[in-house]
């Protein structure tokens, strides 16, 4: 097969390419559950937890895919039809770099995490990226600013073969980084957040340049081809695989804890839980008993002698107060967000268990535990003395570290819906960029 009929294939495969490979549940403009149990996406005024360190970097990738997915075409830039002229470039550039702040916020604040975590990241294939993809928009973003003063006006600076040069530097930048991602198989969700940026970046120096369609559409396929590949379930390593694989591991956790007692709440509530980790009842109590008290004389040879005798009491049994305890744990929803976000925010929940507490209830058919215990002080002691106490605690630190899995799987799960949404999102704004309409 020639290579012009090889690119009329391609281009005539780039319809077909927008139908999304991966079902999932659209980021949401209210309050709402995505797919996975746990991996709850909200925009609101969430909280900010200091206490998860994986998930406040993957909340400013959250922001990122958000930032991708909400791009409309009545903006006038990405997701709008081309048009030959400055305005629409620099409409496209305003988008294009504002997403490219995003991802130089999530590596600055990956950078601050320890190594380990780091590594799982890639955090140097994310230096590389943002070096080459990142810089690309910046260079492009400049040369489309310097546009504005350029004499003769857009046509002038798209005919300037300097300005022209330039362009195709970048462009073949671009095509490097593009060619690397595909020959390595990166496909996971924090390397497909830079695609959507390098395709509209690419497309907009191309139409600048003043090729045909056939030759845009051509190109966008690369881009549409390796999309695919991060939305394959059965691509190893991809946001696809990585989601699926993490809901089944989110969904034996969540029957881990139920079968601990924590039933993992639905997405929106926002209420804090209150886990009930067992009750006991404290009464105060002596049994009977008789004790034996020997007399002898003063005069007597000997204690114990034969004119010495012995004495019995007895002691009734003594019933005191009664009291009960409730052993709990309150779980709280957090929301990590972006904290560069003052706007709407997108954000990522996460559980965080708290301490122990002893409360006391009315007193009922908990198991009783009957000790000397005469002041409230002795029988909360005895309560916190008691086996029932020691199960909370088992309970307690088995599910704090469940719930330490649920967050991390949560939190990676939520960052992979958003990137095959912003993905999802990027194929309708191919079509927007042609002027196809869905």
């Known amino acids: 097969m020639d290579l012009a009929i090889q690119n009329r294939a391609r281009r005539g495969f780039l319809a077909l390419s927008l139908t999304p490979v991966v079902n999932f549940v659209p980021w949401a403009t209210a309050v709402r559950a995505l797919a996975v149990p746990g991996a709850v996406v909200t925009v609101m005024a969430p909280s900010t937890a200091q206490a998860f360190p994986v998930a406040a970097v993957l909340a400013v990738a959250a922001t990122v895919c958000g930032k991708i997915a909400a791009s409309k075409r009545g903006d006038g830039g990405i997701g709008a039809s081309l048009k030959a002229t400055l305005e629409y470039q620099r409409v496209m550039v305003q988008q294009l770099s504002s997403i490219q702040k995003g991802l130089a916020d999530v590596l600055e604040r990956l950078n601050a995490l320890p190594g380990e975590i780091r590594q799982i990241f890639h955090d140097q294939r994310l230096i590389d990226l943002q070096t080459k993809i990142g810089g690309s928009i910046l260079r492009y973003s400049d040369e489309v600013n310097a546009a504005t003063d350029f004499p003769g006006g857009f046509q002038a600076w798209t005919s300037d073969v300097f300005v022209r040069q330039k362009l195709m530097d970048i462009s073949n930048s671009l095509d490097e980084a593009i060619a690397d991602i595909s020959q390595r198989r990166w496909t996971d969700a924090m390397t497909s957040l830079y695609l959507p940026a390098a395709l509209f970046t690419s497309l907009g120096i191309r139409a600048a340049l003043g090729l ?85 004389p003063e005069n007597a040879p000997a204690k114990g002698g034969t004119r010495c005798r012995t004495i019995r009491h007895a002691h009734p049994e003594r019933v005191g107060a009664k009291e009960a305890y409730r052993f709990s744990m309150k779980v709280s929803p957090l929301w990590v967000r972006d904290p560069e976000e003052t706007a709407t925010q997108y954000a ?19 198991p009783v535990s009957r000790v000397d215990a005469r002041s409230p002080a002795a029988r909360l002691n005895a309560a916190n ?47 927007g960029f042609f002027g196809i309409d869905q």
């Open 212 to 296: 045909s369609t056939g030759r845009l559409k051509f190109e966008a396929q690369k881009y549409l081809d390796l999309m695919a590949r991060v939305e394959d379930v059965t691509e190893h390593g991809s946001a696809a695989a990585d989601l699926h694989s993490r809901r089944a591991v989110i969904q034996k956790l969540t029957a881990d804890l139920a079968a601990e007692g924590f039933v993992v709440p639905a997405g929106g509530v926002q209420t804090v839980i209150e886990f009930a980790l067992g009750q006991v009842a404290v009464q105060d109590y002596s049994p009977p008993y008789t004790d034996i008290e020997g007399i002898c």
């Open 348 to 366: 990522i929940r996460q559980f965080l268990p708290g301490d122990i507490e002893v409360f006391g209830v009315p007193v009922a058919s908990q």
């Open 385 to 431: 003395a008691s086996a029932i106490r020691s199960n909370a605690e088992r309970t307690a630190t088995m599910v704090r570290a469940l719930l330490v899995r649920h967050n991390e799987e949560a939190a990676y799960s939520a960052l992979n819906i958003g990137s095959l949404a912003a993905l999802s999102n990027a194929r309708r704004d191919v079509f």
